[in-house]
């Protein structure tokens, strides 16, 4: 059973600080791809931050120079350290994993369940 848990969201003022964390079970995060996307309300939801093959990452435009992911291999965790926070931020935060299990089984997203994070001005 594959298992994300989202901690870390609340309320902050504009140029704040949050770190987001996602406890995975189920799941090896450093044999598979983990992201972070955000949905504001109304809005569709939106990739923030990944990991790529060989370790690497991806970041939206907004979110470059203030967003960093990481991972804690040992703790099978994965955050978001988001600083320099801005009202257009606010959001629910997912945290995803893509696992391919193939050839034995499929390539599958899995989802946790969100936090919200929102920036006050």
């Known amino acids: 059973q594959v298992q994300l848990v989202e901690s870390g969201g609340g309320l902050v003022q504009a140029g704040g600080s949050l770190r987001l964390s996602c406890a995975a079970s189920?799941?090896?995060?450093?044999?598979?791809?983990m992201g972070w996307y955000r949905q504001a309300p109304g809005k569709q939801r939106e990739l923030v931050a990944t990991?790529?093959?060989?370790?690497?990452?991806n970041y939206a435009d907004s979110v470059k120079g203030r967003f960093t992911i990481s991972r804690d291999n040992a703790k099978n965790t994965v955050y978001l350290q988001m600083n320099s926070l801005k009202p257009e931020d606010t959001g629910v935060y997912y945290c995803?994993?893509?696992?391919?299990?193939?050839?034995?089984?499929?390539?599958?997203?899995?989802w946790g369940q969100g936090t919200q994070v929102t920036v006050s001005s």
């Open positions: 990991f790529t093959t060989g370790g690497n990452t």
């Open positions: 995803k994993v893509t696992v391919d299990r193939r050839p034995f089984g499929p390539v599958y997203d899995y």
């Open positions: 189920g799941v090896i995060i450093s044999d598979n791809f």
